[in-house]
């Protein structure tokens, strides 16, 4: 494998201020494509589909503790 280069960033809200249709639509003439492929829509959807869990919530699914 050549050199590589891994970027981390926060961009929590980032996504809700972005339009969806045209985020597809560059994904798509980014990849010189009619429409995503399965494995892209999948990261597609991830990326634009709202979801929270409360940290109480999160705690007692997992039977962790408060500390």
């Known amino acids: 494998m050549r050199d590589c280069c891994a970027v981390v960033m926060d961009i929590a809200s980032f996504l809700d201020y972005i ?6 639509s560059a994904w798509c003439r980014t990849l010189s494509q009619d429409r995503l492929p399965a494995d892209h829509f999948a990261i597609y959807k991830s990326l634009t589909r709202y979801a929270s869990v409360g940290r ?5 699914r997992l039977e962790l ?3």
Do not use: I, T
């Open 19 to 24: 339009d969806h249709v045209r985020l597809n």
């Open 65 to 67: 503790d408060d500390h």
């Open 56 to 60: 109480r919530e999160a705690l007692a």
